[in-house]
């Protein structure tokens, strides 16, 4: 991590710096983002409002969201992630099929620090969720993703045809390939011992996968050693 220096990070104080850096380690250490208690104590401050002033300058300047109605309802932006000198942390949410549809199982409070830099065009910008899934079956193999792979994915309004996306219906989810072309919409395996899956009505996309973070972990591995 960087060390605050003035003459190197402008636009930030110590101090606003000192919050989103707590704010960080309590994420990275607990799974969590702090409370306001939390950030008052390591602060060294005497009121929740002194907190509050430096979330909303940090909210302001585009280092950090805050989800109103949540007691811990932090989240640190690309510009936040930036300063501080650190590739981003993102959740681990559960697991889903490259198969049949299974129950997503929510594991909550396991959080990952992004390796490498293939992903950043896709998410520099982003303020949308990102999350972390592990995917069971062979339903994708010539996609390149295999049964145990670590999924990066961008929760989006929109879908294009040929995205790789988690689908989730009545039975859970699934990861496949989504095609919408000659007015015909449908999830398709990459992998002909499996059928392609009609889009019907109770049918939702939870998300598109941007990055497929095993194969980066082993990118990334050979070029260290």
């Not at 220096?5 to 704010?23: D, G, H, V």
């Not at 993102?90 to 992903?119: H, M, N, R, Y």
Request: proline share 4%; hydrophobic share 35%.
């Amino acid at each position: 991590m960087v060390l605050y220096n003035k003459s190197m990070i402008k636009n930030i104080t110590k101090r606003q710096f000192e919050a989103l850096n707590i704010i960080y380690k309590n994420i990275e250490s607990s799974g969590f983002p702090p409370s306001l208690a939390d950030l008052r104590e390591a602060l060294k401050v005497a009121s929740n409002q002194s907190v509050i002033n430096f979330l909303k300058i940090l909210e302001n300047n585009g280092y950090i969201k805050r989800e109103e109605g949540l007691a811990r309802g932090l989240k640190i932006l690309p510009k936040g992630y930036k300063v501080l000198g650190v590739n981003p942390l993102v959740p681990i949410i559960g697991d889903s099929s490259c198969g049949p549809f299974i129950e997503a199982i929510q594991e909550v409070g396991k959080w990952i620090s992004l390796p490498g830099t293939t992903w950043k065009n896709d998410v520099t910008e982003s303020e949308e969720k990102l999350y972390i899934i592990q995917v069971h079956g062979d339903s994708m193999i010539n996609a390149g993703i295999f049964d145990g792979d670590m999924l990066l994915i961008k929760q989006s309004s929109e879908y294009k045809n040929g995205d790789i996306v988690v689908a989730r219906g009545d039975d859970g989810t699934t990861v496949k390939r989504f095609v919408s072309a000659d007015k015909k919409v449908y999830l398709k395996p990459e992998n002909p011992a499996y059928k392609n899956i009609p889009f019907y009505e109770d049918l939702f996309l939870d998300g598109k996968v941007i990055a497929n973070l095993t194969t980066l972990k082993r990118l990334y591995g050979s070029k260290n050693q």
